[in-house]
Structure formats: C-alpha cells, structure tokens
C-alpha cells in the first residue's frame, strides 16, 4: 500500500511559478511510476505529466510542455511538479499518482494510488 500526499498549491499571478511536491509512504516507492493529473472545475480529471520509477522517461500534455517538469527523488520518496509562466487556466485541483507498473504513463486508469489533492489558483 502507497499513501501520496501532496503539497505547495496556492494562489499565484499570471506568468508566476509554483512548486509541487508529492510525498509518497512505503518502501517500494523508487519502484513505482508516478503522475501528475488536474481537475479544472467542471471538467474530467487531465493528465499532466509523468515519470517513469528512475526517472528516465518523462512525458508532458501538450498544454505545459516546456513550462513544467516533473522530477524526483527516490531517496526521500518524493515527486515535484514545477510550474513556470503559470496561466489562468492551470487553475485547477491537482493530484499526484502512483503506479505498480514502475512506467510513465498518461493514462490515468493505469495509476493504483492518488492522494487527495493540492489546489492551483492563477490568477489574471
């Protein structure tokens, strides 16, 4: 079992930059896939980036390739998402997931663990 808790939303203006962190329980953490997805008001859950167990493979939604990038660091058992020139329609609850399949990946039915959430506010 993988408890993820994630952390570092807030408000930001436009053109801002946040970090996300995504702190991930159990031993077998550096061997898991890992995945950043948002939920925009009224909208279906996206995804938003993705890093495979060593960090190799990573993949972007076209929406923030090149002003976001995942990393992580295995031996604290964490994930981040920073995000640069952040716009107004990042706004958006987002969650960090966890898979058993040790791949990067954008499909969100393929993520075993999901914490509960960090919410993105940018403001115009």
């Known amino acids: 079992q993988v408890q993820v808790v994630e952390s570092g939303g807030g408000l930001v203006q436009a053109g801002g930059s946040l970090r996300l962190s995504c702190a991930a329980s159990?031993?077998?953490?550096?061997?898991?896939?890992m995945g950043w997805f948002r939920q925009a008001p009224g909208k279906e859950r996206e995804f938003v980036a993705a890093?495979?167990?060593?960090?190799?493979?990573?993949y972007y939604a076209d929406s923030v390739k090149g002003r976001f990038a995942i990393s992580r660091d295995n031996a604290k058992n964490a994930v981040y998402l920073q995000m640069n020139s952040l716009k107004p329609e990042d706004t958006a609850v987002y969650y960090c997931?966890?898979?058993?399949?040790?791949?990067?990946?954008?499909?969100?039915?393929?993520?075993?663990?999901w914490g509960q959430g960090t919410r993105v506010t940018v403001s115009s």
């Open positions: 890093i495979s167990w060593g960090g190799g493979t990573t």
């Open positions: 997931a966890a898979n058993r399949d040790s791949i990067a990946t954008k499909t969100l039915n393929s993520y075993d663990y």
């Open positions: 159990g031993r077998s953490f550096s061997s898991y896939g």
